[in-house]
C-alpha cells in the first residue's frame, strides 16, 4: 500500500482514564477547511455524539473527528447529552475550530455517564498545534474489544486516503457502521463525496454483520481538504470501495471471539435488495454460524436461512444451488467424497458460501464471521 499519507491532518490521542492504561481518546484533524460526509445509525436508541454529529451532517464542512472510547455515553439522559456537548465544545476549543466541524463519536459499555472529571483534565492536555496525523495510533484508541487496530492507506492518482475503523461485536450496521472515519487530500464537491460515500457505504458496512444487533452509536465519516487537488470521481470511489473492504473484511475477522471470516455471495436473485436479504439470512443464522464453527457441512442449514425468507415468494428450490467454495452441495446430492472436500474447506480460515437464485442479475456480498464459545463468554461478562 505504501507509506503515503493524506496531506494536512494532525492528530492527538491519549489516556482519559477510561481504558487501564491504553489510549481511550483521539482527535484527528484537517488543518485547513474541508468538506466532509457522514451517516449514522438508525437506532431508536442512538446515543448523543450520533444526535449532536448528525444534527450538524447537512453543513457538510466537517474537519474532523474525537473519539471517546470504553463508553458509549447512550441512556445517560440530560445529564449525558450536556456531557457529549461539553467535550466536544472542550475539543473544538483546544484545536481551534467550531463545535459544528467535529464528529464527535462514544463507543463502549451503554447506561454510564462520561467521567467528565477525568475527560476535562485530560482535554486541558490536548498540545498546540498538534502533531502530524499518526493514524495507527488513533485507529489504536478508539478500540473497545477489538484485538488489533484496523487501519488502510491507498493512493488515487496525487491524493491519498487513508481510513480507520473499530468494531468486533454489536455488528449489524443500519446506515454505514459501528465506528469507521476516512481522511483524504483529494479535491472533490461536498455533493459528490456525499453521493460516493453512501454508495459505499451500502456495498461495504452496510454488507456486515458480526451479531445482527444494530449499535446506538453507529458512525461513519469522511474528510477532504482537497491538498492534492481534483482527482476523477470514479477512479476515487474505486479506491474509497477498496479501502472500506478492507476494513470491513479486517472486523468481520476480528469478530468477537471469531476464528474464521465467512463470506456469503448471493446471485441470480430478482434485485440487489433481494440478494442484500438472502446474504444477511445465511451470514446471521446462528445454525450456519456454528456449523461453519465446527466445519460441519451441513448445507442444509444454509437453504433454511434462505427458505425462511417467506415474504420473497418467488424464491423456488428448484432453481437454487447452494456451495462451498467451489463445491456444489445442492441441488445435486453431494456423495461422500464431497462431503469430505466440503469439511476439509470449512477448516479454513476463511469460507465463502454461494448461492444463486436463478431468478436475474441481481447480486449482493455479504460479510461476517463464525459463532464461538468464546463470543458467548465474552459477551456474558462484557460490564464485569
Known amino acids: 500500500m505504501g507509506q503515503s499519507l493524506p496531506r494536512g491532518f494532525v492528530s492527538y490521542t491519549a489516556n482519559m482514564g477510561l481504558k487501564d492504561t491504553a489510549d481511550d481518546f483521539a482527535v484527528v484533524l484537517s488543518e485547513t477547511p474541508a468538506v466532509s460526509a457522514a451517516v449514522f445509525t438508525r437506532s431508536r436508541f442512538a446515543g448523543p455524539s450520533v444526535l449532536l454529529s448528525r444534527g450538524d451532517a447537512a453543513r457538510q464542512d466537517a474537519r474532523g473527528m474525537v473519539v471517546i472510547s470504553r463508553n458509549a455515553n447512550v441512556a445517560t ?41 477525568s475527560i476535562r483534565a485530560g482535554i486541558a492536555r490536548i498540545p498546540e498545534p498538534l502533531p502530524p496525523a ?34 468486533v461485536g454489536m455488528i449489524e450496521p443500519n446506515m454505514a457502521t459501528l465506528l469507521t472515519f476516512f481522511f483524504t487530500d ?27 444487533d444494530t449499535s446506538t452509536s453507529d458512525t461513519a465519516a469522511i474528510f477532504a481538504n482537497g491538498q492534492a487537488g481534483p482527482v476523477d470521481p470514479a477512479a476515487f470511489e474505486e479506491v474509497l470501495y477498496q ?11 476480528d469478530g468477537e471471539g471469531a476464528s474464521k ?14 440478494a442484500k436479504r438472502v446474504g444477511k439470512s445465511v451470514v446471521n443464522s446462528p445454525l450456519v454460524k456454528t456449523s461453519v464453527h465446527g466445519a460441519d457441512p451441513n448445507w442444509g442449514r444454509v437453504a433454511m436461512a434462505i427458505g425462511k425468507l417467506d415474504e420473497d415468494a418467488d424464491l423456488d428450490p428448484a ?53 464461538t464459545p468464546e463470543y458467548v463468554e465474552l459477551n456474558s461478562g462484557y460490564t464485569t
Not at 488513533?138 to 488489533?148: E, G, N, S, V, Y
Not at 446471485?267 to 433481494?274: E, F, I
Not at 479454513?348 to 455479504?366: Q, R
Open 77 to 117: 439522559g440530560k445529564a449525558g447529552a450536556a456531557h457529549a456537548a461539553e467535550a466536544r465544545r472542550l475539543v473544538a476549543q483546544a484545536v481551534g475550530v467550531a463545535p459544528e466541524q467535529l464528529v464527535i463519536g462514544s463507543t463502549g459499555v451503554i447506561g454510564r455517564p462520561y467521567p467528565m472529571e
Open 134 to 167: 499518526d493514524f495507527q495510533a488513533a485507529a489504536a484508541a478508539i478500540m473497545t474489544t477489538d484485538t488489533r487496530a484496523k487501519s488502510v492507506h491507498l493512493r488515487c492518482g496525487d491524493a491519498v486516503l487513508a481510513g480507520i475503523a473499530k468494531g
Open 186 to 212: 483529494a479535491d472533490l464537491p461536498a455533493a459528490e463525496l456525499d453521493a460516493v460515500f453512501r454508495r459505499v457505504m451500502d456495498r461495504t458496512f452496510n454488507a456486515l454483520s458480526i451479531d445482527t
Open 243 to 253: 479501502a472500506a473492504l478492507a476494513l470491513v473484511r479486517d472486523i468481520a475477522s
Open 261 to 274: 471470516l465467512l463470506e456469503v455471495r448471493v446471485t441470480g436473485a430478482r434485485d440487489a435488495a433481494q
Open 319 to 371: 432453481r437454487t444451488t447452494i456451495r462451498y467454495g467451489a463445491l456444489e452441495m445442492f441441488p445435486d446430492e453431494p456423495d461422500e467424497e464431497r462431503l469430505a472436500a466440503a469439511a476439509a474447506y470449512l477448516t479454513g480460515a476463511e469460507v465463502v458460501i454461494g448461492v444463486d437464485l436463478g431468478l436475474g442479475d441481481g447480486e449482493f456480498t455479504v460479510y461476517g464471521c463464525d459463532l
